[in-house]
């Protein structure tokens, strides 16, 4: 970025009175409005301050250093990027291996283990023995929990889920003088879809290899604690277990939590607790290859997404939550299997385990400070400093782009409305590579069927080369476009502006992630400043300028476009394509002159790589997904399959090809998420056994009543939904509800319960005035009739309606007076 100072003094010309590759047709042009008044360029008949001409090539020089500089950056990070070394069966054995860990997931994820199946209790009963067997002590705590947790809502509705028989594991090394627990935590439970070798098989094998590790070493000063929680997939209600449990999970115990979210890619740090910086300073001095960003966390505060660390947070503990999240298409799915697993993403995850642990154990965490932090990774340096520092430093480089422009203004270099010009440029370019980008993606992906899962595909970095050479396409086409009406300065002012604007906007909303536009800003304003002084008119000023301008960039924003498209999927590509947009908003101030034919050669480039992405075939090695689910209405006998995935050729013989997406909320009142529905062969299921008693009336008309809700065919999992009357409190065979409240408007009031015995759940429900209807529903495995043979390998997906996928159910409705 550059804005050049026009006066004498610089050794500079007034654009009127360029004699060089001006037109004459601008010497009556506004300030900061000409066509080829490309800022920090003089021509090459100009002189410098000191009276030595400039050489013919010097108005490259800025833009040779920039890229210069931009390749030495990228250089760094990818150096810095680079995944460690999977160590094997022979590393040391106070040291941890991948090679010993990924056994571990070999025995653990043969076949899905949801609670309360023959492989979940296999999983269980295997980390228990290797615990036992390197000496821990090691316990099964058992118990109930009932959460509100509608974010984890398989069909969108405002769910509550409760399990009945919940079995976490807890082992401890004990310390020798013992200051604060540390406890590292993970879930040893999967999805139906699949195996889970990846969710959460291998942070549980990081957490056994990482216990055996320690056990090489000489005592830990405090209690480590190592916890396999069960129930994560269906609602953290392991976790809330533990924290009910007086005892099991002391209140003052630091819990790292390690997760997965995909198949590969380093182990990212994304979220702290409360008063978290001591701990992130903790990290980045214990593990030198951590991958942490305050962004990660600020961002992830505004997302549904939940954790197990979402109920230690809940309850007050301090801690870490780690996961990996690259090669999102196999998560929670078929392809989540042993073969699927990244030995150096293992390999990382544990360094990370053990070194924290080390750590933690060896301190002294009676007194540990207060405070939160902003912190980044930048190239090989770790960088934090107090979150309050966020808008003060915004505040201050806005002062900074203030004062430039009141400079520029008085020297008639720039004005107000040719800054505005310019900025409307710049938010321009924004706006339709993002929208081009949103409404590509899914065209591009079309013969993806994976992308209707997850909104991304396997292998999408050729789709983003695509966006990030179209977003150039766009940005440079509407900078010519716009260079009467906004010259080249006007336009890389106005983009300054925009980038000034995010980074206060940011600094207010988003503290924690301010850093990505505050100090890219303060570097571009920065050189603005050089090349419009006396400096800029040399060639060491604008190599200085190129510095301050390009490393802050290239070190903290380029390496957030790749980030975005593995946290987001090629589904909102717009996001990264936002960020690429705001660096081609840059670009007349780097190039002396704007190719005209550079907006026409990268989209016709885009359109091929674009093009070649869409028409790849799908990896015959993934899987075929399948997703269908058999409804049967007991009351109304009828029957229904229903599908959340688009057509193919297994579902078609069930499903009507043509059959559009709908509601099925007369099935199940609720349901948010649009299926394909259509009717089904009659299947007769004896429907849940349902019966209800009102214990008493409440003062202003309502009532309290119990009911009590069995399967006749065994099944164990049931979903009770209340309408026509509030819930405003409740239980479920004794275990009181978390959050009790009724859902807005006149949605119904959810629950999931598992473990259901065979005597069934009961509930005590506080109901407001008036009737009020109650529908149950049981709910198995499996398909009746011909759908029972599915694709070979086939489970249903994660998302959508996955829970419910391949299942049977039957309802049972009742009303109550």
């Given at each position: 970025m550059?804005?050049?100072?026009?006066?004498?003094?610089?050794?500079?010309?007034?654009?009127?009175?360029?004699?060089?590759?001006?037109?004459?047709?601008?010497?009556?042009?506004?300030?900061g409005a000409g066509a080829h008044d490309s800022p920090g360029h003089p021509g090459t008949d100009r002189t410098a301050p000191e009276g030595t001409p400039?050489?013919?090539?010097?108005?490259?020089?800025?833009?040779?250093?920039?890229?210069?500089?931009?390749?030495?950056?990228?250089?760094?990070?990818?150096?810095?990027?680079?995944?460690?070394?999977?160590?094997?069966?022979?590393?040391?054995?106070?040291?941890?291996s991948a090679a010993r860990a990924t056994a571990h997931v070999r025995e653990i994820a043969t076949a899905p283990r949801p609670s309360g199946s023959a492989a979940h209790t296999r999983a269980r009963e295997y980390i228990v023995r290797t615990l036992t067997a390197l000496g821990l002590d090691t316990r099964v705590h058992t118990g109930a929990a009932a959460s509100h947790r509608p974010d984890l809502s398989p069909i969108g509705a405002d769910s509550r889920y409760a399990d009945l028989r919940l079995e976490n594991v807890v082992a401890r090394i004990p310390g020798t003088a013992s200051t604060r627990p540390v406890s590292?935590?993970?879930?040893?439970?999967?999805?139906?879809?699949?195996?889970?070798?990846?969710?959460?098989?291998?942070?549980?094998?990081?957490?056994?290899?990482?216990?055996?590790?320690?056990?090489?070493?000489?005592?830990?000063?405090?209690?480590?604690?190592?916890?396999?929680?069960?129930?994560?997939?269906?609602?953290?209600?392991?976790?809330?277990?533990?924290?009910?449990?007086?005892?099991?999970?002391?209140?003052?115990?630091?819990?790292?939590?390690?997760?997965?979210?995909?198949?590969?890619?380093?182990?990212?740090?994304?979220?702290?607790?409360?008063?978290?910086?001591?701990?992130?300073?903790?990290?980045?001095?214990?593990?030198?290859?951590?991958?942490?960003?305050?962004?990660?966390?600020?961002?992830?505060?505004?997302?549904?997404n939940l954790t197990d660390f979402t109920v230690f947070q809940d309850a007050g503990h301090q801690g870490l939550n780690l996961a990996y999240l690259d090669g999102y298409t196999h998560y929670h799915g078929t392809g989540d299997t042993p073969g699927r697993v990244d030995p150096a993403t293992v390999q990382h995850q544990g360094a990370q385990a053990l070194g924290l642990a080390r750590a933690l154990a060896s301190a002294d965490l009676a007194h540990t400070p207060a405070g939160d932090s902003a912190y980044f990774r930048a190239a090989g340096w770790f960088v934090s400093y107090p979150l309050g520092a966020a808008l003060p430093a915004a505040l201050a480089t806005a002062g900074l782009g203030l004062a430039l422009l009141l400079r520029l203004r008085a020297r008639s270099a720039?004005?107000?409305?040719?800054?505005?010009?310019?900025?409307?440029?710049?938010?321009?370019?924004?706006?339709?590579?993002?929208?081009?980008?949103?409404?590509?993606?899914?065209?591009?992906?079309?013969?993806?069927?994976?992308?209707?899962?997850?909104?991304?595909?396997?292998?999408?970095?050729?789709?983003?080369?695509?966006?990030?050479?179209?977003?150039?396409?766009?940005?440079?086409?509407?900078?010519?476009?716009?260079?009467?009406?906004?010259?080249?300065?006007?336009?890389?002012?106005?983009?300054?502006?925009?980038?000034?604007?995010?980074?206060?906007?940011?600094?207010?909303?988003?503290?924690?992630?301010?850093?990505?536009?505050?100090?890219?800003?303060?570097?571009?304003?920065?050189?603005?400043?050089?090349?419009?002084?006396?400096a800029g008119a040399t060639a060491g000023g604008r190599v200085l300028a190129a510095v301050l301008s390009t490393v802050p960039t290239a070190l903290l924003?380029?390496?957030?476009?790749?980030?975005?498209?593995?946290?987001?999927?090629?589904?909102l590509v717009a996001a990264p394509v936002a960020v690429a947009a705001l660096l081609t908003a840059l670009l007349p101030g780097v190039l002396p002159v704007l190719p005209r034919l550079l907006p026409v050669t990268a989209a016709v480039v885009a359109t091929g790589v674009l093009a070649g992405t869409a028409l790849l075939p799908r990896d015959p090695e993934d899987p075929v997904r399948a997703d269908l689910l058999y409804l049967w209405d007991a009351d109304r006998r009828t029957a229904h399959w229903i599908s959340g995935t688009p057509a193919d050729d297994w579902s078609d013989d069930f499903l009507p090809a043509d059959a559009e997406r709908g509601s099925v909320a007369d099935l199940w009142p609720g349901w948010q998420v649009p299926v394909r529905r259509g009717s089904a062969e009659a299947f007769p299921?004896?429907?849940?056994?349902?019966?209800?008693?009102?214990?008493?009336?409440?003062?202003?008309?309502?009532?309290?009543?119990?009911?009590?809700?069995?399967?006749?065919?065994?099944?164990?999992?049931?979903?009770?939904?209340?309408?026509?009357?509030?819930?405003?409190?409740?239980?479920?065979?004794?275990?009181?509800?978390?959050?009790?409240?009724?859902?807005?408007?006149d949605a119904p009031w959810e629950l999931w319960i598992r473990h259901v015995p065979t005597r069934g759940a009961e509930l005590e429900l506080d109901l407001g005035s008036g009737p009020a209807t109650v529908r149950v529903i049981d709910r198995t495995q499996g398909l009746p009739g011909p759908a029972a043979d599915g694709p070979d390998g086939t489970r249903p997906p994660a998302l959508g309606v996955a829970s419910l996928g391949e299942a049977t159910l039957a309802t049972t409705t009742r009303t109550l007076e």
């Amino acid at each position: 970025m550059a804005l050049r100072r026009y006066d004498g003094g610089a050794g500079g010309s007034r654009p009127e009175d360029r004699n060089g590759s001006a037109s004459a047709g601008l010497r009556n042009s506004r300030p900061g409005a000409g066509a080829h008044d490309s800022p920090g360029h003089p021509g090459t008949d100009r002189t410098a301050p000191e009276g030595t001409p400039l050489t013919t090539g010097g108005h490259w020089v800025f833009p040779a250093a920039v890229a210069v500089f931009a390749a030495l950056c990228l250089s760094l990070v990818a150096w810095n990027s680079r995944m460690p070394t999977a160590q094997g069966l022979d590393a040391p054995a106070d040291t941890f291996s991948a090679a010993r860990a990924t056994a571990h997931v070999r025995e653990i994820a043969t076949a899905p283990r949801p609670s309360g199946s023959a492989a979940h209790t296999r999983a269980r009963e295997y980390i228990v023995r290797t615990l036992t067997a390197l000496g821990l002590d090691t316990r099964v705590h058992t118990g109930a929990a009932a959460s509100h947790r509608p974010d984890l809502s398989p069909i969108g509705a405002d769910s509550r889920y409760a399990d009945l028989r919940l079995e976490n594991v807890v082992a401890r090394i004990p310390g020798t003088a013992s200051t604060r627990p540390v406890s590292l935590v993970t879930h040893y439970d999967s999805t139906e879809a699949g195996p889970g070798a990846n969710d959460a098989g291998v942070p549980v094998s990081v957490l056994l290899e990482t216990a055996r590790a320690l056990r090489e070493g000489p005592p830990p000063r405090n209690d480590v604690l190592f916890v396999f929680t069960d129930a994560e997939e269906s609602g953290l209600l392991g976790a809330q277990a533990l924290v009910a449990e007086p005892g099991t999970l002391p209140p003052d115990t630091v819990v790292l939590n390690f997760e997965a979210r995909g198949s590969r890619g380093p182990s990212l740090m994304f979220e702290t607790g409360p008063d978290a910086a001591w701990l992130v300073s903790t990290l980045a001095g214990t593990v030198p290859d951590a991958r942490a960003d305050s962004l990660l966390d600020a961002a992830y505060s505004y997302m549904p997404n939940l954790t197990d660390f979402t109920v230690f947070q809940d309850a007050g503990h301090q801690g870490l939550n780690l996961a990996y999240l690259d090669g999102y298409t196999h998560y929670h799915g078929t392809g989540d299997t042993p073969g699927r697993v990244d030995p150096a993403t293992v390999q990382h995850q544990g360094a990370q385990a053990l070194g924290l642990a080390r750590a933690l154990a060896s301190a002294d965490l009676a007194h540990t400070p207060a405070g939160d932090s902003a912190y980044f990774r930048a190239a090989g340096w770790f960088v934090s400093y107090p979150l309050g520092a966020a808008l003060p430093a915004a505040l201050a480089t806005a002062g900074l782009g203030l004062a430039l422009l009141l400079r520029l203004r008085a020297r008639s270099a720039l004005t107000v409305g040719a800054v505005l010009r310019g900025f409307a440029v710049a938010l321009g370019q924004l706006v339709l590579a993002a929208g081009a980008a949103f409404g590509l993606a899914p065209l591009v992906a079309s013969r993806h069927p994976e992308f209707a899962h997850y909104y991304d595909i396997g292998g999408h970095g050729p789709a983003l080369a695509g966006f990030l050479l179209l977003t150039l396409a766009i940005g440079s086409a509407l900078a010519l476009i716009a260079k009467r009406w906004a010259g080249a300065r006007a336009q890389v002012a106005g983009a300054a502006l925009l980038w000034i604007l995010l980074s206060v906007v940011s600094a207010v909303m988003l503290p924690g992630g301010s850093h990505v536009f505050v100090w890219p800003t303060l570097g571009l304003l920065s050189a603005a400043g050089v090349l419009t002084s006396r400096a800029g008119a040399t060639a060491g000023g604008r190599v200085l300028a190129a510095v301050l301008s390009t490393v802050p960039t290239a070190l903290l924003v380029l390496p957030l476009v790749p980030l975005l498209t593995n946290a987001l999927g090629l589904g909102l590509v717009a996001a990264p394509v936002a960020v690429a947009a705001l660096l081609t908003a840059l670009l007349p101030g780097v190039l002396p002159v704007l190719p005209r034919l550079l907006p026409v050669t990268a989209a016709v480039v885009a359109t091929g790589v674009l093009a070649g992405t869409a028409l790849l075939p799908r990896d015959p090695e993934d899987p075929v997904r399948a997703d269908l689910l058999y409804l049967w209405d007991a009351d109304r006998r009828t029957a229904h399959w229903i599908s959340g995935t688009p057509a193919d050729d297994w579902s078609d013989d069930f499903l009507p090809a043509d059959a559009e997406r709908g509601s099925v909320a007369d099935l199940w009142p609720g349901w948010q998420v649009p299926v394909r529905r259509g009717s089904a062969e009659a299947f007769p299921l004896p429907g849940p056994r349902v019966t209800t008693t009102v214990v008493g009336d409440t003062a202003d008309g309502g009532r309290r009543v119990r009911l009590t809700a069995a399967s006749r065919r065994g099944a164990h999992q049931l979903v009770v939904l209340v309408s026509g009357a509030a819930v405003r409190g409740w239980s479920v065979s004794g275990v009181p509800g978390q959050y009790a409240d009724d859902p807005a408007s006149d949605a119904p009031w959810e629950l999931w319960i598992r473990h259901v015995p065979t005597r069934g759940a009961e509930l005590e429900l506080d109901l407001g005035s008036g009737p009020a209807t109650v529908r149950v529903i049981d709910r198995t495995q499996g398909l009746p009739g011909p759908a029972a043979d599915g694709p070979d390998g086939t489970r249903p997906p994660a998302l959508g309606v996955a829970s419910l996928g391949e299942a049977t159910l039957a309802t049972t409705t009742r009303t109550l007076e």
